[in-house]
């Protein structure tokens, strides 16, 4: 079961998406209404999703939060928001989300939007796992290869 950060200023709704998730199977384990705490419980305890809305409470917005997290993090970031402004949707762009949700939502939107970003952030990482891991095997291969340059060299 994926574990979801909510990310809402709005109590009200913040709630209702909760219920939402739950009932579509989703742990939701704390509900944050500023960027400052979002940062706070991805750094206690890395969700697996973070569902955030554009404007929050306190100093930083979600634009600024998503940036923050996906950069110190890698948690895939969905945006969900009744801003569809052009301005806000070129910030939004430059945070990297892998969605962008406008509210009012239907739960099937919200659903396959979460799931195919939770796949595509998975298969994210075992692309980038498996890009390490031949990097490596090409270093090791490349220093086999000069000592045996080396060796070749002596003879």
């Given at each position: 079961m994926a574990r979801i950060l909510v990310v809402e200023d709005e109590s009200i709704v913040a709630l209702?998406?909760?219920?939402?998730l739950h009932k579509l199977g989703y742990?939701?384990?704390t509900l944050v209404a500023s960027g400052?705490?979002?940062?706070?419980?991805?750094?206690?305890?890395?969700?697996?999703l973070v569902l955030m809305d554009v404007m929050l409470?306190?100093?930083?917005?979600?634009?600024?939060?998503?940036?923050?997290?996906?950069?110190?993090?890698?948690?895939p970031v969905v945006f969900l928001t009744a801003y569809s402004d052009d301005s806000t949707l070129?910030?939004?762009?430059?945070?990297?989300?892998?969605g962008y949700i406008l509210k009012p939502f239907k739960e099937k939107e919200l659903?396959?939007?979460?799931?195919?970003?939770?796949?595509r952030h998975e298969i994210e990482e075992k692309l980038k796992k498996a890009h390490d891991e031949l990097e490596l095997r090409v270093r090791e291969r490349s220093?086999?290869?000069?000592?045996?340059?080396e060796?070749?060299?002596?003879e």
């Open positions: 209702d998406i909760q219920h939402r742990e939701v384990p400052e705490d979002a940062l706070k419980e991805v750094t206690a305890s890395p969700p697996d409470a306190g100093s930083l917005d979600g634009v600024e939060t998503a940036e923050i997290i996906r950069n110190q993090y890698n948690v070129q910030r939004a762009k430059v945070s990297g989300p892998l659903h396959s939007t979460i799931e195919v970003v939770l796949y220093a086999e290869l000069a000592t045996v340059n060796e070749l060299k002596r």
